[in-house]
């Protein structure tokens, strides 16, 4: 088997539970499995949807020739790609990739706002060397350094922020209640249950006040799915109750119809016991009514309150409450926001008893 050793230009955040420095070995048989860590070179140039998240969570403009790492999997994403993992892959292919995280497999369908997606050229299957001074490489995989969750540690009150479908105002809302209920003297967890690896969710509850945050990348999962979404959703709920913190801000990205595995996470009965509030984000009224009965028909669950674009005014905030729930936008009036959950969860909970 021939290796090779490159200097990458950039590293995908996907791959951030390795710690992989800029020199890398590569290996020619490709382990073809969700997660995977391959190494590629970005073929063409873009002037949409072109940059790369990095380890540190900085965009970074991609170009003709970069060399890249990044891991496989797939994508359900109806404001940008769809995109499968391949049955085979071997150097010299051709993968594109799938979202600013670092997600390489094949599109099959792409959004037109963010246009036809990057071009990478397989360069080969990046290699990890476990023992000091061995040979022999394992093939590298997001898995390596993930969490594992917590053993017997109850999982303390957590907060649900859901959503009728992408960009619809999610993390806005959970960084506003992460803020108010720091300030009100509560340590703090944030966590990204489901979606496609990216960290910049994360990293804004962390710059809003959160003690400590983790997402499912941080649980070896590349892209969640109804049969991975649950089981990760536990185990970072739990990492996150052994910090210490007194509740947690839990965002689950995409939509509740969508095929990242939300529904798993509304129906599992033990992350249904810790919830402590639920919000629902929605775009327009018919979001609000149709994920409001959806909810309620299909797991029993009651929402608390109503946030999203679907309250940018008085017009939407008007249609909110004639559905009998309080509407609250979390950019323009996050105190209220804050304060409305903050009592919702005092009154279901031990916290500030």
Same mark, same amino acid.
């Given at each position: 088997?021939?290796?090779?050793?490159?200097?990458?230009?950039?590293?995908?955040? $996907?791959? @951030? #539970?390795?710690?992989? &420095?800029?020199?890398?070995?590569?290996?020619?048989?490709?382990?073809?499995?969700?997660?995977?860590?391959?190494? &590629?070179?970005?073929? &063409?140039?873009?002037?949409?949807? #072109?940059?790369?998240?990095?380890?540190?969570?900085?965009?970074?403009?991609?170009? +003709?020739?970069? %060399?890249?790492?990044?891991?496989?999997?797939?994508?359900?994403?109806?404001?940008?790609?769809? *995109?499968?993992?391949?049955?085979?892959?071997?150097?010299?292919?051709?993968?594109?990739?799938?979202?600013?995280?670092?997600?390489?497999?094949?599109?099959?369908?792409?959004?037109? +706002?963010?246009?036809?997606?990057?071009?990478?050229?397989? %360069?080969? =299957?990046?290699?990890?060397?476990?023992?000091?001074?061995?040979?022999?490489?394992?093939?590298?995989? $997001?898995?390596?350094?993930?969490?594992? *969750?917590?053993?017997?540690?109850?999982?303390?009150?957590?907060?649900?922020? !859901?959503?009728?479908?992408?960009?619809? &105002?999610?993390?806005?809302?959970?960084?506003?209640?992460? @803020?108010?209920?720091?300030?009100?003297?509560?340590?703090?967890? *944030?966590?990204?249950?489901?979606?496609?690896?990216?960290?910049?969710?994360?990293?804004?509850?962390? +710059?809003?006040?959160?003690?400590?945050?983790?997402?499912?990348?941080? !649980?070896?999962? !590349?892209?969640?799915?109804?049969?991975?979404?649950?089981?990760?959703?536990?185990?970072?709920?739990?990492?996150?109750?052994?910090?210490?913190?007194?509740?947690?801000?839990?965002?689950?990205?995409?939509? $509740?119809?969508?095929?990242?595995?939300? =529904?798993?996470?509304?129906?599992?009965?033990?992350?249904?016991?810790?919830?402590?509030?639920?919000?629902?984000?929605?775009?327009?009224?018919?979001?609000? !009514?149709?994920?409001?009965?959806? %909810?309620?028909?299909?797991?029993? $669950?009651?929402?608390?309150?109503?946030?999203?674009?679907?309250?940018?005014?008085?017009?939407?905030?008007?249609?909110?409450?004639?559905?009998?729930?309080?509407?609250? #936008?979390?950019?323009? #009036?996050?105190?209220?926001?804050?304060?409305?959950?903050?009592?919702?969860?005092?009154?279901?909970?031990?916290?500030?008893?």
């Amino acid at each position: 088997m021939t290796l090779q050793r490159i200097h990458l230009d950039k590293i995908a955040s $996907i791959t @951030r #539970n390795l710690h992989l &420095g800029r020199w890398v070995t590569l290996g020619p048989d490709i382990l073809v499995e969700e997660g995977s860590v391959i190494a &590629g070179r970005i073929i &063409g140039e873009k002037t949409v949807y #072109n940059t790369l998240e990095d380890v540190h969570g900085r965009m970074s403009v991609l170009h +003709d020739g970069d %060399l890249v790492v990044g891991a496989l999997g797939h994508r359900n994403a109806l404001h940008g790609y769809e *995109g499968v993992l391949p049955k085979t892959v071997k150097p010299g292919d051709r993968l594109q990739m799938l979202n600013l995280g670092g997600v390489l497999g094949t599109c099959v369908s792409s959004n037109p +706002d963010v246009g036809a997606p990057f071009d990478v050229e397989v %360069l080969g =299957q990046v290699l990890l060397f476990q023992e000091f001074g061995s040979r022999v490489g394992q093939p590298a995989t $997001i898995r390596a350094g993930a969490v594992e *969750g917590k053993a017997g540690i109850p999982l303390v009150p957590v907060v649900f922020v !859901a959503g009728t479908c992408m960009n619809s &105002g999610k993390t806005h809302a959970a960084c506003a209640l992460i @803020r108010h209920f720091d300030r009100a003297g509560l340590k703090v967890g *944030g966590a990204k249950l489901t979606g496609v690896s990216l960290m910049r969710d994360i990293l804004m509850m962390k +710059d809003y006040g959160a003690e400590a945050v983790l997402d499912f990348t941080d !649980a070896g999962i !590349a892209c969640t799915g109804p049969e991975t979404a649950a089981e990760t959703g536990r185990k970072l709920l739990s990492e996150l109750s052994a910090k210490g913190v007194d509740l947690i801000v839990a965002e689950t990205g995409d939509g $509740i119809m969508g095929d990242y595995g939300v =529904q798993a996470v509304l129906a599992d009965p033990e992350l249904r016991d810790c919830a402590a509030a639920y919000i629902l984000c929605a775009n327009d009224p018919v979001g609000v !009514a149709g994920g409001v009965s959806y %909810l309620r028909k299909q797991f029993d $669950i009651g929402v608390d309150v109503v946030s999203g674009p679907a309250t940018d005014n008085r017009v939407g905030v008007r249609f909110v409450e004639s559905q009998g729930l309080p509407g609250i #936008n979390a950019r323009t #009036n996050p105190k209220a926001l804050g304060e409305l959950l903050l009592g919702t969860i005092r009154k279901r909970t031990e916290i500030g008893s």
